[in-house]
């Protein structure tokens, strides 16, 4: 405080002239990044491992992909809630994919298809994270073959048309009816033509 004669002034000496709200960014990040460095060959051992990762290049850990359009992001998650009820069900018997293990083509037979449909979403899954062709095609495949599958699974069983195309669950038939329409969107299908290998 300068004292005077009946005025007080307070003085204040800048300590610093700018802050960094003054300048501009030139749309570089206004606050410093610190990118994950990883060493060269990190996810090899991981991508060449067993005969399917060296021959396709897909690294195991890898089960999403955010850069892709939403329609194939949701499908990806569609296509492992399948294969995770599908498990369920195949489990404890009470869907069509558990009565086709107990019931229609008898036993081992029937618990091997079921299991070979649970297996083949999360591979689709799996692959289309990976960006490669052969998983969106197994995808469609799984999604539309789903509906004659159960149609067959649930033959002989006085079900009507509906409950044998449904499953049983109405839910079950929407979830499949909302994974065609997106592997199939047309955003879905140019995705897939220019960027999957």
Known sequence: MV???????VTFSPQIALTSDDLPTFG???????????????????????????AWGVDWRRWFDRMQPQTLQIA?????????FGAISVVDGRDWLGWMREVRPGGVAGAALAIAFVAANVLAGVL???????GWRVGVAVAV?????????????GLGAYDRLAGGSTLSLVFD???????????????QRTWFR
């Open 128 to 134: 289309m994270a990976n960006d490669r062709r052969l």
């Open 177 to 191: 009816v909302a994974l065609c329409a997106l592997l199939l969107h047309p955003q879905s299908r140019a995705h």
């Open 145 to 157: 073959g789903a509906f004659p599958l159960r149609w067959w699974a649930l033959g002989g069983t």
């Open 76 to 84: 990806t998650w569609l296509l492992y809630f399948t294969a995770f």
């Open 3 to 9: 004292c005077g004669t009946g005025d007080t002034i």
């Open 28 to 54: 570089l990040p206004t606050s410093a990044t610190n990118p994950l460095r990883m060493p060269r060959g990190y996810g090899d051992a991981w991508q060449t491992r067993g005969v399917a990762g060296a």
